[in-house]
């Protein structure tokens, strides 16, 4: 079974870069994942901040973008607002019409 | 603006059925792949099921594969998830997504929630 891993919690000083990553227990994650990435703060549904790997959604602020890292993808946040305090959680394509989500990264802001 | 409503959330006994329902609007829904996300209390996300335009591709996770049905009606811009023999397991805000591009989630619903007790 296929898992998508992420770290569990990050933090970040106000203003500091941070960068999360989304991998596979095996294998590497490459640009033919499809990698996305949505914000989600307490109560409220998921947002798209990053899909195709690298694309911003619309509205997203430009703080925010998307890579592939060695092997794995990653968000990267330059210049962390206290507003970014969220959970962040990737997917993946596996096959055969299959995606994965990665558990989230509790991201603290202080 | 695009809006996607949940419906039909609730608590059913282990072994009962419910349908959800998520209605469209501000976008040519019959244009588009959909989505159900799942998220249970206080745990992350999981893709559910997606279902193609006209309902010749359906997916599922395979913790439902055989008791959930994606389904949908273009002419009522609606999207629907039918489950049966539910499990305590099931219990979750259930999120309709639409799927763009074949490959991001966005927008996403606000949920509603089923759970599944004794």
């Known amino acids: 079974q296929t898992v998508v891993t992420q770290e569990p919690s990050f933090s970040v000083s106000p203003g500091g870069t941070v960068t999360l990553t989304c991998g596979l227990t095996s294998g590497s994650v490459s640009t033919a994942y499809y990698p996305s990435w949505y914000q989600q703060t307490p109560g409220q549904a998921p947002r798209a901040l990053i899909y195709?790997?690298?694309t911003r959604s619309s509205g997203v602020p430009d703080r925010f973008s998307g890579s592939i890292l060695g092997n794995k993808a990653a968000l990267t946040i330059t210049g962390a607002q206290a507003d970014d305090e969220s959970h962040y959680y990737c997917?993946?394509?596996?096959?055969?019409?299959?995606?994965?989500f990665g558990g989230g990264t509790k991201l603290t802001v202080l | 603006e695009v809006q996607l409503v949940e419906s039909g959330g609730g608590s059913v006994q282990p072994g009962g059925s419910l349908r959800l329902s998520c209605a469209a609007s501000?976008?040519?829904?019959?244009?588009?792949?959909m989505t159900w996300v799942r998220q249970a209390p206080g745990k992350g996300l999981e893709w559910v099921a997606n279902i193609n335009q006209d309902e010749s591709e359906k997916y599922y996770v395979d913790s439902v594969k055989g008791r959930f049905t994606i389904s949908r009606d273009n002419a009522k811009n609606s999207l629907y998830l039918t489950m049966n023999n539910l499990r305590v397991e099931d219990t979750a805000v259930y999120y309709c997504v639409t799927f763009r591009g074949s490959n991001w989630f966005d927008p996403w619903g606000q949920g509603t929630l089923v759970t599944v007790s004794s």
């Open positions: 997917v993946l394509y596996i096959d055969s019409g299959i995606w994965v």
């Open positions: 195709n790997t690298n």
């Open positions: 501000g976008f040519t829904f019959y244009n588009y792949w």
